[in-house]
Nanobody, 117 residues
Framework: QVQLVESGGGLVQPGGSLRLSCAAS????????MGWYRQAPGKQRELVAR???????NYADSVKGRFTISRDNTKNTVDLQMNSLKPEDTAVYYC???????????WGPGTQVTVSS
């Protein structure tokens, strides 16, 4: 059974930084891509950043230049460095792994990020 666990969320002032980390446990193989999504109250879940097994990345326009996604293939972890945070970045952030011989999406339980003064 694959489980994802996020860490690093919290409360930060506008302009501040946070680093989110996600680790997978269990039998996970053939990881196609890892990513971070977020969901703000009353809004749909949206892609924040994604990185493929080959290292290609894509970002939501709203976070380009401020957020950086990275992965460690040996540890099955993915991080999201978030700089210059804005109040509109406030949301629950979810880690996602797309993996398996039949590609399946795995999700973490989410971690709250609140940007407020």
């Amino acid at each position: 059974q694959v489980q994802l666990v996020e860490s690093g969320g919290g409360l930060v002032q506008p302009g501040g930084s946070l680093r989110l980390s996600c680790a997978a446990s269990g039998s996970i193989f053939r990881i196609n891509a890892m990513g971070w999504y977020r969901q703000a109250p009353g809004k749909q879940r949206e892609l924040v950043a994604r990185i493929t097994s080959g290292g290609m990345t894509n970002y939501a326009d709203s976070v380009k230049g401020r957020f950086t996604i990275s992965r460690d293939n040996t540890k099955n972890t993915v991080d999201l460095q978030m700089n210059s945070l804005k109040p509109e970045d406030t949301a629950v952030y979810y880690c996602n792994f797309n993996a398996g011989w039949v590609l399946t999406d795995y999700w973490g339980p989410g971690t709250q990020v609140t940007v407020s003064s």
